[in-house]
């Protein structure tokens, strides 16, 4: 095995090393120079480049290269392009160019934009992100790349995500210098832990709703949940077992580093964890890892699952965004073993814990979707509001330093050294253990917990890295004109946790009683994606990401554009899709059962009017009601989407939200209610048992 795995392991990727071996030694310093700094690539070492990767590609058996993108509808895409090029004799040879590595030429009409780009401009382009490493899948070399309009403005999740992560290394940079670090630049590293289910195939294709909308429209909650707590760690099925021997194979070659997998909260669920890696490539790799585990699952006769919310009443999925800043050789949130280490740990842990109180309406909004407004706030994952646990030991050390209000720049040394010295060495044991929290701090990391798992974490770590590059430079600005620099950090240290300490909470996150004690400080709820959406105007938002040159406001106005109308045509697909089952399939089924249920009543009378049809009268007093509850709200429905249809942008949203949710709930509920009642043979869809059980 261990043989096996080390041979397979990045046979796909033309990463560092097949570069190292197959490049001209001066092509190879050019290419190990942008990759450590993102320095441009010049056309000739880009056309040398591209002609190994190529003859490279072409032994492994691709025949196509194309541009790997993620434009915002939240998922990768990709055109391909054979390597073809025919001569005039009728032959042909495989080419690839530098300026064909370099840029690629979309029509990017068709990908959603926000008004940002008229179809008659409808030229995008491409362009190589050579941080990311290119790879092989089904036979074609895929070529991680930012997507872009003619005129520069991003179109895409990882334009702004490279942009944030340079303005977070310039602004760290700055304040390492100050601590006499002389680093050339910073990164921040992600490690995403994915959840998903696994379900039949049979019963995902029997089931017209999760075709179309990923979840499951209708269901009665089955007669077991996750109450028992057995699934979470348990022994896996044999067919779950192989799928993820299948999986570990394939993303290895991938050189993607999946690490832990382990059986989740509810039944069928699952997940699995990568070891952590620089943003932007931790991205590619989650987004890659979700293309590959659709793939592999069918292999098994398995569908995977990575809506937020497949299934009523058992937990969604997220997708932890474990989140952290490093530069060579140190992790910047590792608390040091000396005063001094500790002194620049807590720079970092204020700045972070700064940003997101100053920015939690902003980070809010980047976990914002319909499947996700599913899980948040639902008992089983973060609430809506954002708040940090930083755990009980670096509590009390925030204390410590806050204790002593005298003056913040000139507070005696001695106890600010004292302050500083009872900053301990974490262990994650003592610090992990509060799941309630949105954001917590988990020993050398803070893992931001609300994201879902169909997600793309671009968006919130473009937020993070950027908010968090805001309060550095505030720092560095600071910190360069001090004249005692230990004093001044405390100083700073101080005010911060003074002025921001209403983001901190270590209770439970869960309870009813948070939900009001965070009204009082002032923090933000925002409970579903229409309430959410808004700050992304908010003109102290909008500088934020114009300071930085991350997205300006015309682009930020693009997404928010993007992301309503995306609100509305998943409310919109679900809420058809609802309707069409319900009047094509369950009312229809509700009716045969009853239709049968009193034909056999009348036969049972036929043979003597004296023989109880007691059971049968209230079997279809019941679905009766159940099936008129059902007609009423499909009506209501369908009045409703006629008028939807006649507004746009937020006053949609707004309906979808405030009046059409409402009218789908109730659908189901008198659906899933009949469920309960009409017999097995008759209700057209399998059930939650069935699919989470197993159950026959
Ligand atoms: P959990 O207890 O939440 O299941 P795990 O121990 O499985 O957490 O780790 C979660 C993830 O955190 C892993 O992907 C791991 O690689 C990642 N991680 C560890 N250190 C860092 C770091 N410095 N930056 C980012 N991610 C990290
Ligand atoms: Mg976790």
């Known amino acids: 095995m261990e043989m096996k795995t080390k041979d397979i392991y990045g046979s796909l990727v033309f990463n560092e090393h097949v570069m190292k071996e197959r490049l001209p030694k001066a092509t190879y310093k050019s290419m190990k120079a942008t990759l450590e700094s993102g320095a441009p690539l010049d056309i000739d070492v880009a056309n040398i480049v591209a002609s190994v990767m190529k003859d490279w590609a072409i032994e492994h058996g691709a025949t196509h290269y194309t541009h790997w993108f993620q434009p915002l509808t939240g998922i990768t895409s990709e055109k391909h392009d054979g390597f073809i090029s025919p001569n005039s004799d009728g032959t042909a040879i495989m080419e690839f160019s530098g300026k064909e590595l370099i840029k690629g030429e979309p029509d990017a009409s068709s990908f959603p934009s926000g008004g940002l780009r008229a179809t008659a401009e409808a030229r995008g382009y491409t362009a190589w992100d050579p941080t990311s490493y290119a790879f092989i899948k089904d036979q074609v070399l895929c070529i991680p790349t930012a997507f872009c309009s003619y005129t520069g403005e991003a179109l895409d999740?990882?334009?702004?995500?490279?942009?944030?992560?340079?303005?977070?290394?310039?602004?760290?940079c700055r304040v390492l210098r100050l601590f006499g670090k002389d680093v050339s630049h910073v990164t921040t590293t992600v490690g995403p832990e994915q959840e998903f289910f696994l379900i039949k195939k049979e019963d995902y294709e029997a089931?017209?709703?999760?075709?179309?909308?990923?979840?499951?429209?209708?269901?009665?909650?089955?007669?077991?949940?996750?109450?028992?707590?057995?699934?979470?760690?348990?022994?896996?099925?044999?067919?779950?077992?192989?799928?993820?021997?299948?999986?570990d194979d394939e993303l290895w070659k991938l050189g993607i580093p999946a690490k832990t997998k382990h059986n989740e909260v509810a039944p069928a669920q699952h997940e699995l964890a990568p070891i952590f890696d620089t943003t932007n490539i931790a991205i590619d790799h989650n987004l890659l890892t979700m293309e590959v585990m659709r793939k592999v699952a069918e292999r098994h006769g398995l569908v995977c699952l990575q809506h937020e919310k497949p299934f009523d009443g058992v937990n969604g999925s997220g997708k932890h965004n474990n989140w952290s800043m490093s530069a060579p050789g140190m992790n910047l949130l590792d608390p040091g073993d000396t005063p001094k280490e500790n002194l620049q740990f807590l720079i970092f842990l204020a700045a972070v814990i700064k940003a997101v109180d100053e920015y939690q309406d902003l980070l809010r909004v980047t976990v914002a979707s319909p499947g996700n407004d599913h899980r948040l706030g639902a008992q089983e994952a973060p609430p809506a509001i954002i708040?940090?646990?930083?755990?009980?030991?670096?509590?009390?050390?925030?204390?410590?330093?806050?204790?002593?209000?005298?003056?913040?720049t000139a507070a005696p040394k001695l106890k600010m050294d004292l302050g500083v010295d009872v900053l301990p060495k974490f262990t994650k044991d003592t610090t992990d253990r509060n799941r309630t929290s949105p954001f917590a701090f988990t020993g050398n990391k803070f893992e931001f917990r609300m994201p879902g798992?169909?997600?793309?974490?671009?968006?919130a770590n473009t937020v993070l890295n950027t908010a968090v590059a805001k309060e550095l430079k505030g720092y560095a600005d600071e910190l360069e004109q001090a004249e005692d620099f230990d004093?001044?950090?405390i100083a700073l240290v101080k005010r911060t946790i003074r002025d921001h300490k209403r983001i901190i909470f270590n209770g439970n996150g869960y309870s009813e009683e948070w939900e009001a004690e965070a009204a009082k400080r002032g923090l933000y709820n925002l409970k579903s994606t229409v309430d959410a959406l808004p700050v992304i105007l908010s003109e102290k938002n909008l500088k934020l990401m114009e300071e930085f040159n991350v997205l300006s406001r015309v682009e930020m106005k693009s997404r928010y554009e993007v992301e309503l109308e995306h609100y509305s045509k998943i409310l919109h697909i679900e809420a058809r899709t609802m309707l069409g089952m319900s009047r094509r399939k369950l009312i229809p089924a509700a009716i045969a059962f009853q239709a049968d249920v009193a034909a056999g009543a009348s036969a049972k009378k036929a043979v003597s009017e004296t023989v109880s049809t007691r059971t049968e009268e209230r079997i279809l007093a019941s679905v009766s009601q159940d099936v008129d509850e059902m007609d009423v709200a499909a009506d209501e429905l369908e009045a409703l989407l006629n008028k939807v249809y006649k507004l746009n942008g937020m006053e949609a949203a707004r309906c979808y939200h405030d009046e059409i949710i409402p009218v789908m709930a109730r659908l189901r509920a008198a659906a899933d209610h009949a469920e309960n009642i009409c017999g097995k043979d008759y209700w057209p869809l399998p059930t939650y048992s069935q699919m989470l059980f197993y159950v026959e």
């Open 157 to 172: 999740e990882k334009t702004p995500l490279l942009r944030s992560m340079s303005a977070l290394s310039e602004q760290a």
């Open 453 to 459: 798992s169909a997600m793309n974490l671009s968006n």
């Open 387 to 408: 708040s940090i646990f930083v755990g009980e030991e670096l509590e009390a050390v925030i204390e410590a330093i806050t204790a002593d209000d005298d003056s913040y």
């Open 207 to 247: 089931r017209e709703d999760l075709i179309l909308t990923g979840r499951t429209l209708f269901g009665a909650f089955p007669a077991k949940g996750q109450e028992l707590e057995e699934h979470y760690f348990g022994v896996m099925r044999p067919v779950v077992s192989a799928f993820y021997q299948d999986l």
């Open 487 to 489: 004093a001044a950090v």
